[in-house]
């Protein structure tokens, strides 16, 4: 069992490209959600999913697109990166807003120069 | 003012010692979770609480709805307990669908 799969670990990107972050979850999760981690603060939320072809903003989505073509993937979209967007990105699933659980991906580290 | 703070933010202790790391939060909330991110990055649950105490292994969270905080305590503390604890809570004047973290809690156990 996969659990969630982030895809890839570390990126370097130059200002201006673009890029996807995947996130893949074999647990059959309905709801997805895309976190960044900056040094020194909280995980802050970018985007969630609670099913297949739902998506919503969270605190943070300027700059990101996500979607949910099916229950197991939501990517996550950085269409013209900027210095602003260096960050640890965070894919987590859980099977309902009030589930005890929820699980986390590895991790991608990005860093836009 | 955060709507979650924890303290301290770094914490050095011996093997066997026991620890306790803190939340307070300003905002009303439906549940609050303690979460554990190792040094290579990855993030796991530990525990999610509503009321009362949960104890897993030697890790013990308490939440006080009243005042508005919770513990995090590890008994007999052991070097791979070493890794940053989060703490996050459920807004519940918001959909459930948010999660606010605080900055985390650095711990480092030497043996």
């Known amino acids: 069992n996969a659990g969630v799969t982030q895809t890839p670990k570390f990126r370097i990107l130059k200002i201006g490209q673009s890029m996807t972050l995947q996130c893949a979850q074999d647990?059959?999760?309905?709801?997805m959600y895309w976190y960044r981690q900056d040094p020194g603060m909280g995980l802050k939320l970018i985007y969630y999913?609670?099913?297949?072809?739902?998506?919503d903003k969270g605190e943070v989505p300027n700059g990101y697109n996500v979607s949910r073509s099916t229950t197991e993937d939501f990517p996550l979209r950085l269409e013209l990166a900027a210095p602003s967007q260096t960050s640890v990105y965070f894919c987590a699933s859980s099977y309902s807003a009030r589930a005890t659980e929820a699980f986390f991906g590895q991790g991608t580290r990005l860093t836009v120069v | 003012k955060n709507e979650v703070e924890q303290s301290p933010q770094n914490l050095t202790a011996q093997e066997g010692e026991f620890i306790t790391i803190n939340c307070s939060y300003s905002?009303?909330?439906?549940?609050l979770h303690w979460l554990q991110q190792h040094p290579g990055g990855g993030i796991v649950s530990l525990f999610m609480?509503?009321?009362g105490k949960k104890k897993h292994g030697r890790l013990i969270a308490t939440i006080n709805i009243q005042e508005k905080h919770s513990s995090l305590h590890i008994t007999a503390s052991h070097p791979r307990d070493s890794a940053v604890y989060i703490c996050a809570v459920r807004n519940s004047n918001f959909g459930n669908e948010k999660l606010t973290f605080g900055t985390g809690t650095r711990l480092t156990i030497i043996p």
């Open positions: 609480l509503s009321s």
């Open positions: 647990m059959n999760h309905n709801y």
């Open positions: 999913s609670v099913g297949a072809g739902i998506t």
């Open positions: 905002v009303g909330i439906s549940a």
